[in-house]
């Protein structure tokens, strides 16, 4: 089945690592992605505000059925894609968190592995705390193969969800 996702990352710090994992379903078959942004469009998103920002996250994520954390260094503090997983959630969207700390930038760099962002949301089931990464998996792009899994993690969480 045919998923469309959305994709939360800190965009100024790791766009250029989340590429090859974005740009990966580009060359695999039945794919579709949800989008992608520029630096000129972010930056002309974010000079209106943060409700134009609320409106733009509202607008990427309606119609998709799961939302990958892509997972760099810093993005476990990061408000906005804090406000994505929680829109998400809301909205009964699966989700998948990959880390793409190993991922090298356009320098050749590679950067220290971050926290993973869905440790910092609970839900409660029968009086106790049940964290959205003890529902939803968690995966490294390269040790576990990114390249050719991503549409079955993306499938896993979707089915997850209920979607």
């Known amino acids: 089945m045919v998923r469309r996702v959305f994709f939360s990352f800190h965009y100024e710090r790791d766009h250029w690592r989340t590429n090859p994992v974005r740009n990966s379903w580009v060359t695999q078959d039945n794919r579709e992605v949800a989008g992608f942004i520029d630096a000129a469009e972010w930056e002309e998103i974010k000079r209106g505000g943060e409700d134009a920002i609320e409106r733009w996250i509202d607008k990427q994520i309606h119609n998709t059925s799961v939302t ?20 998400s959630y809301n ?3 699966g989700l998948l968190g990959i880390y793409i700390h190993n991922i090298e930038d356009k320098n050749g760099r590679t950067a220290r592995k ?21 529902i939803f998996e968690t995966y490294h792009w390269k040790r576990d193969d990114g390249y050719n899994n991503l549409g079955s993690w993306v499938e896993k969480a979707a089915q ?3 979607r």
């Open 114 to 134: 971050g926290k993973n962002p869905l440790d910092r949301w609970h839900i409660t089931e029968n009086g106790r705390k049940k964290y959205l990464s003890d």
């Open 91 to 93: 909205r009964g969207n």
């Open 160 to 162: 997850i969800a209920g």
């Open 68 to 87: 990958v954390v892509l997972i760099g260094s810093e993005t476990y503090n990061r408000d906005w894609v804090n406000r994505e997983i929680e829109k």
